[in-house]
């Protein structure tokens, strides 16, 4: 299948756009089609979870086997706690208006990133054999992304990984993480600065052709496709099994009065998504074009241009500022450029015009019919989400995250949040992107009590190794240089 760029250019595979992260134009890759999959529901519905991974991939990437595919998603799953990889807990069971948390956070690092970043490990192993080469991986991190790129790449002898955070604003659970792996292909580096900046930096030494060259670079941030196809599976998995239990629900009731029980339809799957980079809600939202019919509601943290773009039209650069949910500290999502490129019917060259104006002026605006009706945002105060832990522990007795407190802090909201005008019946899955064990002081100062995971715990014990660099393009590529021995003056 080819793979076409937001910007113009493409390619003509998915391992291409793979190995590429960024498009030479600067853009980000898309499948150039989305196969439609509605008459195929119900044999998905039966296959487990590493299967339906082997499945989707290979619509989009046949270049690699079905039988490579089933091999690569059993390994990268295995680790995973959850019995299904993903977990669906019901908190809340109306006639109208179920309500589940889709628990993602059971894998290495327990967070939601270990779906894609455990398969783009895989793939980058693949790959590295395959044509006998090594790779640099060099990403940033708002917390969680970096962890769960080094645990997939984690003693691989052909990768080296750089990964970059913005020093002291990650919580203490995720710095260990990245801190602490004593594997020698591991470079965390500590940035004086944002995650916007590591993120514009990384962008930078994709764009130095003769740099990434040489280093033989490669992405793991969620401009990579791979990421977000990964991702969508869950989507795909969870739209499936609540389908065919619905169906059966149907099937039991028919005497039942109730209306959509009368009109045979199904309850509509609404996901709601803490949003960062606008991944996560991404991969979700292009199932619409395989058939899926489902609403979303994105949930930003007090760093809301996405929310104030949804709701006013206007796209404006803003500096981010630290909150409770560490890993949503972004405000310029990278990945929008992707939902742009789809907002303005898939003309590149509106995606450079909006764009461009964007840069130049910090601020552009957008035809407000453009933003896709079934996608509403929600953005969520630090105060919200100390009351939404607290809420959901003293209601259902679950203990969530801050960044899933944001996604349940914009469903509780009825009113002027979700679904306010609405005649539809829902079944809303708020999306638990990760373990509560991750933030345990905020999460104790909620509820009382101190979650607490051994994985993390047995970290503390280990030494940190770390350096600190000025968030200069530069200066991390004069780093980065030295550890692989393009400079000889040693890296620790
Ligand atoms: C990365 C992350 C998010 C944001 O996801 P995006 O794909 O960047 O929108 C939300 N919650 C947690 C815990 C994360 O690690």
């Not at 390619?11 to 196969?35: H, I, M, R, Y």
């Not at 058939?291 to 943290?301: L, P, R, Y």
């Not at 035809?367 to 100390?386: G, R």
């Not at 970290?459 to 190794?465: A, C, D, H, I």
Request: with cysteine; charged share 25%; glycine share 6%.
């Amino acid at each position: 299948m080819n793979f076409v760029s937001t910007r113009g250019s493409e390619v003509d595979s998915f391992l291409k756009a793979f190995n590429k992260g960024l498009a030479e134009d600067g853009g980000l890759f898309l499948p150039e089609s989305f196969p439609n999959l509605s008459d195929r529901f119900d044999s998905l519905a039966e296959l487990t979870y590493p299967e339906l991974v082997a499945e989707f991939m290979h619509l989009f990437a046949p270049e690699i086997s079905k039988d490579e595919w089933s091999a690569l998603a059993k390994k990268s799953y295995s680790e995973f706690s959850a019995q299904d990889t993903v977990n669906l807990h019901q908190l809340r069971s109306t006639p109208s208006r179920d309500l589940y948390v889709l628990e993602l956070f059971h894998g290495p690092t327990r967070a939601f990133k270990d779906f894609a970043l455990q398969l783009v490990g895989s793939l980058y192993e693949r790959e590295s054999k395959v044509n006998n080469s090594t790779y640099t991986i060099v990403g940033a991190t708002s917390g969680d992304t970096g962890s769960a790129a080094i645990y997939g790449v984690i003693q691989n002898p052909s990768v080296k990984i750089f990964i970059m955070y913005p020093d002291g604003k990650i919580a203490h659970e995720q710095e260990l993480q990245i801190t602490t792996t004593g594997s020698s292909n591991v470079f965390p580096i500590a940035i004086e600065g944002t995650f916007d900046d590591a993120q514009r930096i990384v962008k930078e030494l994709f764009s130095d052709t003769a740099f990434s060259k040489q280093i033989h670079i490669a992405a793991v941030n969620s401009i990579n496709i791979a990421r977000i196809l990964a991702q969508s599976v869950y989507y795909l998995y969870i739209y499936l099994k609540l389908r065919k239990g619905d169906q059966e629900n149907l099937a039991n009731q028919v005497d039942s009065v109730e209306e959509n029980v009368l009109s045979g339809q199904m309850n509509k799957v609404r996901f709601i998504i803490p949003t960062g980079n606008f991944g996560n809600i991404l991969s979700g939202w292009i199932l619409n074009r395989m058939g899926i019919e489902c609403d979303f509601v994105f949930a930003t943290n007090e760093n809301n241009v996405l929310d104030v773009l949804w709701k006013t039209g206007i796209y404006a650069k803003k500096g981010a500022v630290s909150t409770h949910a560490p890993s949503m500290d972004i405000q310029q999502a990278s990945n929008f450029e992707r939902m742009l490129y789809f907002m303005y019917g898939e003309n590149p060259e509106k995606v450079k015009e909006i764009l461009g104006t964007f840069n130049a002026e910090s601020a552009v605006s957008i035809d407000l019919s453009l933003i896709p009706k079934n996608i509403t945002s929600h953005s969520v105060s630090d105060l919200e989400i100390e009351q939404s832990i607290k809420d959901c522990f003293d209601k259902y007795g679950y203990v969530i995250d801050p960044h899933t407190a944001c996604a349940y802090a914009s469903v509780s909201d009825g009113e002027s949040g979700v679904g306010s005008s609405s005649e539809i019946e829902y079944m809303d899955v708020i999306l638990a992107t990760a373990s509560p064990a991750k933030f345990p002081e905020i999460v104790e100062k909620c509820t009382g009590q101190k979650p607490i995971d051994p994985a993390i715990e047995q970290l503390k014990e280990r030494k940190k190794v770390y350096v600190k660099k000025e968030a200069k393009t530069e200066a991390i590529k004069g780093y980065i240089e030295e550890c692989l021995g393009f400079k000889d003056m040693g890296c620790f």
